[in-house]
């Protein structure tokens, strides 16, 4: 075989293995789900929606819309990182959880009935949010507005 035919077999023999190790989540293609989330966000009695669009394991991708603000949350073991693509969501960060108690059905996630002395953080689009496991948090949306964020979780052990 020609030196050109050994290259082409390698590039298609390498082609599949590359696609199962990357993905891509289109701009577009999150927009206009985007859409769809913000409309079943304002539908639910919760005022969110999000789907994940990919597990990896260790860490997972998802879609999330919201609009209303949400209760406080507490992760033992997942790192969060939201970059915000429409709107604009003031995080509160730290303090204590107070009343906390398990959530139904997922392990490690913990809930209550607000947050105190945590640190306020105003988040706008484009923005990149990191959030470390074991760090109560809520999103604080004002009356009448939305957002829409992509989450990246990533397992801490």
């Known amino acids: 075989m020609k030196r050109t035919g ?20 289109p701009a577009n293609v999150l927009a206009a789900r985007g859409k769809e989330f913000l409309e079943m966000a304002k539908a639910a009695d919760s005022g969110s929606y999000s789907e994940t669009l990919k597990d990896y394991g ?3 991708v998802m879609l999330a819309a919201r609009a ?15 970059v915000v693509l429409e709107g604009e969501v003031t995080m509160v960060v730290g303090g204590t959880l107070k ?4 959530i139904e059905g997922k392990p490690g996630e913990l809930t209550g009935s607000g947050i105190e002395g945590g640190t306020k953080i105003v ?9 470390q496991p074991k760090s109560p948090h809520q999103a604080l ?7 829409l964020y992509y989450v990246i979780k990533v397992k801490q052990e």
Do not use: C, R, S
């Open 6 to 25: 050994w290259a082409a077999l390698a590039l298609w023999m390498v082609i599949p293995a590359m696609a199962q190790e990357a993905t891509v989540d």
């Open 58 to 60: 260790n860490h997972k």
């Open 68 to 82: 209303k603000t949400g209760t406080p949350e507490y992760h033992t073991e997942w790192a969060d990182i939201f």
């Open 99 to 102: 009343d906390q108690h398990a």
């Open 123 to 131: 988040l706008h689009k484009g923005d990149v949010f990191h959030l």
């Open 141 to 147: 949306l004002t009356p009448g507005k939305t957002l």
